[in-house]
Every structure is written in structure tokens, then in C-alpha cells.
């Protein structure tokens, strides 16, 4: 038995930001969906979950469901985007908040650098 989720008990969860990992956030940005009917809104929903998540229903023995939107390369595509993704050191950096102090370091080692290099000459 499945744990109950937030995620999982809401209607269209692929296209709500806070029910997705972080590094997928920026990629989730519909402020349009208000405007949309129920069938575009799922239809939209299980777009996000393939694109973005590269999440993809299966059958019970195990091989790719014929209702999944991307099939052969594309949804090879959508692997391969989401484990560039998970393997970007600076969006993991991004989303884990390690980068909050990006431009003070990056000033810091300019400066640094100006002043070794007005050491070197003289």
C-alpha cells in the first residue's frame, strides 16, 4: 500500500511548483492554468509529468503504456533531460540554496585576484 502524499492526493500535481523537486521548478511556470478547462488541464498534467519528470505509466508487466504521450526517442528525450538536469552542478547548487552568496564570493576572488596580480608585477 501506498503512503498517502500531498502530491499524490492532488488533482493536477506536474503543474503545481511546490509538489516538484526544485531543480524542475523553473521549468514549471504555468500562470495560465486558471484559464484552462478540466480535459486541458490533465492533458497538461500528464505533458508536465512526461516532459519534465520524465515519468512515464506503464503496464502491469512492465513495458511502456500506449497511452503515454512521448513514446520511443522522445520519451528517450525526456530521460536523457532529466538526468542532465540532476547531473548540473549548478542547478543542483541552485536548488539546494548553495549559491546564495555566489556574486560576494565571486567579487571576493576578483579582488583577490587584482591583488595578486599587482603583487606579481610589482
Not at 14 to 23: D, R, V
Not at 37 to 60: I, P
Not at 76 to 83: E, H, I, L, V
Amino acid at each position: 500500500m501506498k503512503k498517502k502524499t500531498k502530491r499524490s492526493s492532488t488533482k493536477y500535481p506536474a503543474l503545481n511548483k511546490s509538489l516538484n523537486l526544485k531543480i524542475r521548478s523553473e521549468l514549471i511556470d504555468f500562470d495560465y492554468v486558471d484559464k484552462l478547462s478540466e480535459e486541458e488541464k490533465a492533458w497538461l498534467n500528464k505533458f508536465s509529468e512526461e516532459y519534465t519528470n520524465a515519468s512515464f505509466k506503464k503496464n502491469k508487466d512492465g513495458s511502456f503504456s500506449r497511452k503515454n504521450l512521448h513514446k520511443g526517442s522522445l520519451r528517450n528525450d525526456c530521460y536523457n533531460r532529466n538526468n542532465w538536469r540532476n547531473n548540473d552542478v549548478y542547478g543542483v547548487s541552485k536548488a539546494n540554496d548553495m549559491l546564495k552568496d555566489a556574486k560576494k564570493m565571486n567579487n571576493h576572488l576578483e579582488e583577490s585576484s587584482k591583488q595578486i596580480a599587482g603583487l606579481i608585477r610589482g
